[in-house]
């Protein structure tokens, strides 16, 4: 499956994004799906994931209660809505897939990854 993450940019701290994971190639339903985000000089972490159908959804401390991911199966894509922008969210952001809901948070669980996309939130 190829992934293609997109929606980033640039905002103010206290802004909202709402990022999209394209998915092409596969079933898209076949996989879980995960978020991740990357600063320069710092290891690649996890943001949130969702199981095949958007039935179960896993949040990082960082993500809970401002973060939602989410799924639509019918149009190949993923989502993350990120509200109360923080300038420590600022990170490229990939999105990842992989068959099974085993260690969801863990990066070389995953199979799949697509380009990221850039968040800068400024103060």
């Known amino acids: 499956v190829q992934l293609q993450a997109s929606g980033g940019g640039l905002v103010q701290a206290g802004d909202s994004l709402r990022l999209s994971c394209a998915a092409s190639?596969?079933?898209?339903?076949?996989?879980?799906m995960g978020w991740f985000r990357q600063d320069p000089g710092k290891e690649r972490e996890a943001v949130a994931a969702?199981?095949?159908?958007?039935?179960?959804?896993y949040y990082t401390d960082s993500a809970k209660g401002r973060f939602t991911i989410s799924r639509d199966n019918a149009k190949n894509t993923m989502y993350l809505q990120m509200n109360s922008l923080k300038p420590e969210d600022t990170a490229v952001y990939s999105c990842?897939?992989?068959?099974?809901?085993?260690?969801?948070?863990?990066?070389?669980?995953?199979?799949?990854w697509g380009h990221g996309t850039q968040v800068t939130v400024s103060s």
């Open positions: 990842a897939a992989k068959v099974n809901d085993y260690d969801v948070f863990r990066v070389t669980a995953y199979d799949y």
């Open positions: 969702i199981d095949w159908i958007g039935a179960r959804t």
């Open positions: 190639g596969r079933t898209f339903s076949r996989y879980v």
